[in-house]
């Protein structure tokens, strides 16, 4: 199993970014799929993440309301579309694959991509 997460750069602060996570080795619909990102000096936390099956989506607060997860079966894809990025966002953001998204959803994780950064300059 591979991940690879993409997309990331340096924005201003109100740009948006969409970073991709793609999967090779196992079909991302059958299992969750989590963001997590984690900024200089501080641990890593979860961003967003979708279930499998139906796929229910949940965000944390930070990211409420601006962040969308989403999952394409076709490209074995997904994909986190970032809006109105202010520079707390900026991190490295990895993606990550398990079973489900109960929370503490890192624990459940089962494989982990490298990340790909975000700078987002005020």
């Known amino acids: 199993v591979q991940l690879q997460a993409s997309g990331g750069g340096l924005v201003q602060a109100g740009d948006s970014l969409r970073l991709s996570c793609a999967a090779s080795?196992?079909?991302?619909?059958?299992?969750?799929i989590a963001w997590f990102r984690q900024a200089p000096g501080k641990e890593r936390e979860e961003a967003s993440c979708i279930s499998p099956g139906n796929g229910r989506t949940t965000y944390v607060d930070p990211v409420q309301g601006r962040f969308t997860i989403s999952r394409d079966n076709a490209a074995n894809a997904v994909y986190l579309q970032m809006n109105n990025l202010k520079p707390e966002d900026a991190a490295v953001y990895y993606c990550a694959i398990g079973a489900n998204c109960i929370r503490p959803i890192e624990y459940g994780m089962e494989y982990w991509g490298k990340g790909t950064l975000v700078t987002v300059s005020s």
């Open positions: 080795g196992i079909r991302l619909d059958y299992n969750a």
